[in-house]
């Protein structure tokens, strides 16, 4: 978006996580805040979600609403973009969404979720036509891949569905010669995100016992929070807690440190949109060993900057880890790959740029 002294600054409402929020979503958010959507938008945020018990979250949801509605009467935005995802997050959404359309306020419907059959394909009657009237009464929706907007195109007309991926930070540091070996030699796998069924996680003990064989000395980072009892019950019951650490939810330079640290980053996902662990780690140069669900055939591009099998095929995404391994002018290739496609299509500005072109589109 191009601006000048005489250009008037498009005000928008966003609705937003609490920056301490462990998730996609708000590492997605926290990158626009300082950059230059905040210099060329006049920006207001109004956070309303938080981690913590049921009634922490309810309190957190009920003061947006008193935010919100004092946002629109103070400082009315012309634009609102709502950042949403499936299942609890839509009804959390859904009276801010109406207290703006029913002031005339377009909505641009940020959607990050993949778990659409709960909320909608599978879902009882009521429940499809509150997300039809929901989703049809936003001016856009943002889907992070054409699959997504191919999938929401049956709720909404596809003119008002524009494809806008995550993006991610480069470090042009880790692809150094020396950065590059030295990582090679420590044999370090990196998982990074949620623990739960959707992100196929309970497959990680299956893919690090066989690639144990060939690599006594192979380790196998798994950094998030969620339901890990099922995971150290897996790894225990297969003598496997010298090679599997589960250190916990991560960030700042904690996370930077494994990222550049590791050798090869693992997202067995059962089902995805586009998951910002995968861009932040190409933004590192890591090779993927993924899935092929969701938005992820998109990013990593089999057999050049990473390697794609069916959920749940644990022997081969082991075999496909092993292959790098083994191989430091293949793995050199890939990590290299990850990087470019990471620079040439998944920039920040690039992110930015969709962003404010959708709202000057709605904008009145």
């Not at 991560?250 to 067995?268: M, Q």
Request: net charge positive.
């Amino acid at each position: 978006m191009q601006t000048n002294t005489a250009t008037k600054k498009i005000k928008v409402c966003m609705i937003v996580q609490d920056p301490a929020v462990k998730g996609g979503i708000a590492a997605v958010i926290s990158g626009y805040y300082n950059s230059r959507l905040e210099k060329e938008c006049d920006i207001t945020y109004v956070e309303s979600y938080r981690d913590g018990s049921k009634f922490q979250k309810l309190t957190k949801a009920l003061s947006a609403y008193h935010q919100f509605r004092k946002t629109l009467k103070n400082n009315t935005p012309d634009v609102v973009h709502v950042h949403s995802s499936f299942g609890p997050s839509f009804f959390r959404k859904y009276p801010i969404i109406k207290m703006a359309t029913n002031r005339g306020i377009p909505v641009v419907n940020h959607i990050h979720g993949s778990a659409l059959d709960e909320l909608y394909t599978n879902a009882p009657t009521w429940k499809r036509r509150m997300v039809e009237k929901c989703y049809n009464s936003c001016s856009r929706l943002i889907v992070l891949s054409e699959e997504w907007k191919k999938k929401l195109s049956v709720i909404v007309p596809a003119d008002k569905i524009e494809v806008v991926p995550n993006y991610c930070k480069l470090y042009e540091d880790t692809t150094t010669e020396s950065a590059m070996e030295q990582r090679f030699k420590k044999r370090q796998i990196l998982y990074l995100g949620r623990f739960d069924n959707l992100k196929g996680v309970i497959d990680i003990p299956d893919i690090a016992a066989i690639v144990k064989k060939d690599f006594p000395d192979v380790t196998f980072i798994l950094a998030g929070s969620g339901e890990t009892e099922p995971v150290e019950k897996k790894i225990k019951d297969m003598n496997l807690e010298e090679t599997v650490n589960l250190p916990g939810w991560i960030r700042g330079d904690e996370k930077d440190k494994l990222l550049r640290e590791s050798a090869i980053f693992l997202l067995p996902s059962h089902m995805e949109a586009m998951p910002m662990s995968i861009l932040e780690a190409m933004g590192y140069a890591l090779p993927i060993v993924s899935t092929e669900v969701g938005g992820i055939p998109r990013v990593v591009s089999k057999d050049v900057n990473g390697k794609l099998y069916r959920p749940q095929d644990s022997a081969s995404m082991a075999k496909g880890i092993i292959e790098y391994l083994s191989d430091l002018s293949l793995w050199k290739k890939a990590s290299q790959a990850s990087f470019d496609i990471a620079k040439e299509s998944y920039s920040f500005d690039s992110h930015i740029d969709r962003i404010e072109k959708i709202y000057s589109s709605v904008a009145k």
